[in-house]
């Protein structure tokens, strides 16, 4: 005789193991949706990938909510870049899962077209950290930092906070 | 009393949710092992990530199932990179499943080793979207499309479409 | 009348799965642990990704344990080039589970601050196969392998034995 409360009991176990397998796979493909948002162009897809009031410091710009977002996008700098050819690269997201938060770190890349040379320049190289809440139209950004890996204390002190 | 019925049911549903997580898992190791098979010169293995007719569009040149596939591997242009020292590396794929079909976007670069400097260049650039099919032996792509993103409106707007 | 033994099984086959893609997820953050743990010359951290007498052998060095590991994060040359602004930055693994064992591949890129340049610049690209063991304290590093791609014979054989 097998005992349906305890099939139960492991079924639950099983149901609340893949919520967290599927957090980390949404939150991944979140991650992996920013850059063809912003270099496409898609300024309302770039920032609903923010909740309405989320924060993007990079410095010196400090972005809240998402019609700075949107105009980062549109602006005159951003599109310059995307004309001449560029890519926001990501790297492997780290996704740090705590209930209805995440914190998720990656590096991130900007490339950019070389008129001079036949191929790309590696214009900029930071690290990212995100934080997510989990809301009623899935997980959004509260809030983001990325900051420059260029040998300044603040970028590996953010980095030492992420190992 | 616990009901039989509706502990069937839940198991259903976390075994439906269960594959859509390895179907992701499946895809993202794919795309991982694009790299490895063309800097190697494993022409089979290359191919392999296709249907029979599956096709690569990798503008100019648009590529027709296996035989050209393999060829591309074994060609000359190839192999010179390869003995050169090239690296064919992917971004983190974003992955849209839909039943037994999927689409996957992610960026790419070509690599070169720099002969003149102690390093690499970034020669490509390029944006990537994958129809995967699943099969009996897996998923394969049936198309995959691959565009640098040198400025023209034709990349922004495979990106816009991915976004 | 729903048979129980039946449902038992169907549960356990899931729970098996669901575990194969935790461990893939696992490993994943693992990966993208290291570029953190690395730049922000984060020793202990680093160290730990292995087992007690872990293997890295990044030609020419040959690192023997985490005595070894912790000494290359501390030491003149990891320093300086952290100081002057580098990124460790890993590619999307290809993972190879067997039970308690895994295999780990993906491309990894240094990329420093370009000091003549407004950029950085890529000083090394490479392909790296970590080994893995399952242990009390989660996955750990029994042996990684790093090889430049330059053209040799034995990054490319490494590759092929990858693809």
């Keep these: 005789m097998i005992d349906t409360a305890a099939l139960l009991a492991r079924l639950e176990a099983v149901e609340a193991r893949l919520r967290v397998a599927e957090d980390q796979l ?3 493909r979140i991650i992996a949706s920013y850059g063809p948002a ?6 309302g897809t770039t920032a609903d990938l923010w909740t309405e009031d989320g924060v993007y410091d ?9 019609t700075d977002l949107s105009e980062m ?3 005159e700098l ?6 001449a ?3 926001h690269l990501m790297g492997p997201p780290r996704i740090d ?4 938060r995440a914190v998720v770190t990656h590096y991130s890349q900007l490339v950019l077209r070389d008129e001079a040379g036949d191929g790309y320049r590696v214009w900029r190289t930071g690290v990212n950290r995100w934080e997510f809440l989990r809301t009623e139209q899935g997980w ?5 930092v990325n900051r420059q890996l260029d040998g300044s204390a603040e970028a590996r002190e953010l980095l030492v906070m992420l190992a």
């Design 38 to 43: 912003v270099d496409s162009g898609s300024a």
């Design 26 to 28: 949404a939150l991944s």
């Design 85 to 87: 050819g560029a890519a």
């Design 73 to 75: 996008v549109t602006g």
């Design 140 to 144: 959004k950004a509260t809030h983001r």
């Design 78 to 83: 951003h599109q310059s870049l995307i004309q």
């Design 97 to 100: 899962l705590d209930g209805d």
């Design 58 to 66: 990079t410095f010196p710009v400090v972005l809240h909510g998402r």
